[in-house]
C-alpha cells in the first residue's frame, strides 16, 4: 500500500508539473514531507487526502489505488457487460503462438497480460503451462476472465487495474499485451516502459502490439476518448538495449 501510494503521489504531482516544494507549499507542509511519501518512507496523514488529491486532480479512490468507477476510461466497458458471448471471441491472438515459439514453458514461468480484455489470450496462455496474472480496466473484463478461465479449468490471477497507474513491483518472465498500450499517454511512456524492463527477469521477453497512425489509412470507428497513437518506430525506441526477436507493421481488418 505504500509503496503503491508513493508512486502515485509521485506521478500525477510530475503530471500536473509541479516540484516537490510546490506541492508542499501548497499544502502547507514541508517539501521534505512530499520527498518521504514519494519515497514510500512515510504516508500523508488522513486529513490531508482531501487537499492532496486536489492539488492532484485526481479523487482520493484513485489516490489510495482505486479505480474510479464514475466514468468508464474505455468504451469497452459496455460492450463486454452487453454482450452475452466475447466480443472478440475466445480464439487467442496470433501473438500468443510467438510467445509459445519464443519461451515455450519448459520450466515455469511467470506471464502478466497487460490489459486483458476478457480473458481469451491470458487463458491460453494458461492452459499451456504458463503461471498467469492479467489485469484490465473494466469490471465485466475481470469477471469474463475469470469465468473463461473457470470453465477452462485453468487458474489466471485476474485483477482490476488501470495501465496509465499500475506499476510492476515483482518480476515476471514474459510481459504481453495487445491492443492495450494506445491508453497510455505519451508522457507517461518512458516511466512505465522503464518499470516493465526493471521487472523482467534476465533473458525474459516481451510481445507488445501497438496501434500506429498512417495518413493512408482511415481511423477506427470507435471513438476512444482516452486514446493516443503510436508512431512508427516509437516502441522500438524504448528498447534501444534489447534484442529483437521481430518487429513488423502490418495492416490489418478488425472487423
Known amino acids: 500500500m505504500k509503496e503503491k501510494l508513493a508512486r502515485t503521489i509521485s506521478h500525477y504531482r510530475k503530471e500536473r508539473g509541479f516540484t516537490q516544494e510546490e506541492l508542499a507549499q501548497r499544502l502547507g507542509i514541508s517539501f521534505q514531507a512530499v520527498s518521504k511519501w514519494e519515497n514510500a518512507q512515510t504516508m500523508p496523514d488522513l486529513v490531508l ?19 474510479p468507477q464514475e466514468s468508464p476510461i474505455t468504451i469497452y466497458e459496455e460492450e463486454y457487460r452487453n454482450k452475452q458471448s466475447y466480443y472478440w471471441g475466445i480464439e487467442p491472438n496470433q501473438a ?7 519461451m515455450p514453458p519448459t520450466r515455469p514461468l511467470k506471464l502478466l497480460d497487460i490489459g486483458c480484455g476478457e480473458g481469451k489470450d491470458a ?12 489485469f484490465d480496466v473494466t469490471d465485466a473484463g475481470i469477471e469474463k476472465t475469470k469465468r473463461l478461465a473457470e470453465q477452462t479449468g485453468v487458474h489466471v490471477h485476474a485483477f482490476k487495474a488501470d495501465i496509465s497507474d499500475f506499476r510492476l513491483d515483482t518480476d515476471f518472465d514474459i510481459l504481453y499485451s495487445s491492443g492495450v ?75
Open 123 to 134: 487463458v491460453f496462455f494458461a492452459r499451456n503451462g504458463y503461471e498467469v496474472s492479467a
Open 181 to 255: 498500450l494506445h491508453y497510455i499517454k505519451p508522457e507517461l511512456r518512458n516511466e512505465i516502459f522503464a518499470n516493465y524492463k526493471q521487472f523482467t527477469r534476465p533473458d525474459g521477453l516481451h510481445v507488445f502490439n501497438v496501434f500506429v497512425n498512417k495518413p493512408f489509412i482511415a481511423p477506427p470507428p470507435e471513438k476512444e476518448p482516452h486514446a493516443y497513437p503510436w508512431r512508427s518506430g516509437e516502441l522500438l525506441g524504448h528498447y534501444h538495449d534489447w534484442l529483437f526477436v521481430e518487429s513488423a507493421e502490418v495492416v490489418f481488418d478488425c472487423h
Open 96 to 102: 500468443c503462438y510467438e510467445v509459445l515459439k519464443c
Open 49 to 67: 487526502l482531501p487537499e492532496l488529491s486536489k492539488n492532484l486532480r485526481i479523487s482520493v479512490d484513485k489516490l489510495l489505488g482505486y479505480v
